[in-house]
């Protein structure tokens, strides 16, 4: 194989969702939008990958960006009335995590509920950074859905709709990010052990759910 072959396959990097550290709750947000509409979403879990609390909501008509901002603002609104003090926000935004940074990138109709949260935050054991979009699984299931609904819903037990992604990230099973993906046909004959690899992983997480 020619080193020109060799530059375009692409670069395989194994995504892993890990549970925050000590006392710390860690939130993965995330938001979904279309050219009708928008949500957005957020999972909380502890130290031990234990589900506390998902929420998500439809948010009308307003771009990704705005929509991913307001599930923050969200997510440590839910935080605080909990008294969860602690807490880890992960998002799958660079711009959403300069924004705690910059005020100036936060739009001016979510402007006065987020200087509230920098507030809230300022009292509280508070970590932000950024993700792979595919650590995000759990809650990108969830701000799909959000698409669906009229209102804000929390649930107290996981939903159906990402159980299996729970389980997958709960057991520390990996997936898969494809860096420069489409660049030509190189990367071909990856394929089948991709899927291979896949479909085995997948069999062992179902086999030690099974026996959880």
Not at 102 to 121: D, F, T
Request: glycine residues 4%; charged residues 15%; proline residues 4%.
């Amino acid at each position: 194989m020619s080193v020109s072959t060799l530059q375009r396959l692409p670069k395989i990097i194994e995504v892993v969702w890990h549970p925050p550290i000590l006392h710390l709750i860690k939130c993965n947000t995330d938001d979904s939008a279309t050219t009708a509409s928008s949500s957005c979403g957020g999972i909380f879990r502890d130290k031990d990958s234990k589900f506390l609390l998902c929420f998500t909501k439809n948010t009308g008509n307003e771009n990704a960006y705005q929509a991913e901002l307001s599930g923050v603002i969200r997510a440590i609104e839910i935080a605080a009335h909990h008294k969860w003090n602690s807490l880890w926000l992960e998002v799958d935004s660079a711009l959403v995590v300069n924004a705690f940074k910059n005020q100036s990138l936060v739009p001016w109709r979510l402007r006065n509920r987020w200087n509230n949260c920098m507030h809230i935050i300022s009292n509280m054991n508070f970590l932000v950074s950024h993700v792979y979009r595919e650590e995000n699984c759990c809650v990108d299931a969830l701000v799909n859905l959000g698409l669906t609904l009229d209102n804000l819903t929390i649930w107290l037990e996981i939903p159906a709709c990402i159980r299996g992604y729970y389980g997958q990230n709960r057991l520390g099973l990996p997936c898969f990010r494809f860096v420069n993906f489409w660049r030509g046909l190189a990367w071909a004959p990856l394929f089948p052990l991709f899927f291979l690899v896949s479909f085995s992983l997948t069999n062992i997480f179902w086999i030690v759910l099974a026996h959880c």
